[in-house]
């Protein structure tokens, strides 16, 4: 998230009506039994409308607050955020038959 005003807005919208049920659970989840953080879900991603799950193993630094955006989100500077963008464009693409 490389530009200010895109990641301020996604900061703004960290509990968006769409990403609020998620991020409060990941609220929740952060630090429990000292098992570190976990990155919230940005805004401009479907939330509990997206008609697509992504599961990452691990998300990697640029999710961490402080580090990176501290959210997943394919505009993060790292590879894995490109691939999931490429990955996330083939599928829309793609119809079923």
Not at 16 to 29: G, K
Request: proline letters at 8%; aromatic letters at 6%; charged letters at 30%.
């Amino acid at each position: 998230m490389a530009d200010p005003a895109f990641r301020a807005e996604q900061e703004r919208g960290r509990y968006a009506p769409h990403v609020r049920p998620i991020n409060e659970f990941v609220d929740t989840l952060r630090d429990q039994d000292g098992r570190g953080w976990m990155p919230h879900v940005a805004p401009l991603h479907g939330g509990v409308e997206a008609r697509l799950l992504s599961l990452l193993r691990d998300p990697g630094p640029k999710t961490r607050d402080g580090v990176g955006s501290g959210f997943l989100c394919i505009e993060n500077d790292d590879p894995t955020a490109e691939l999931q963008d490429i990955a996330f464009r083939e599928a829309a693409s793609t119809r079923a038959t």
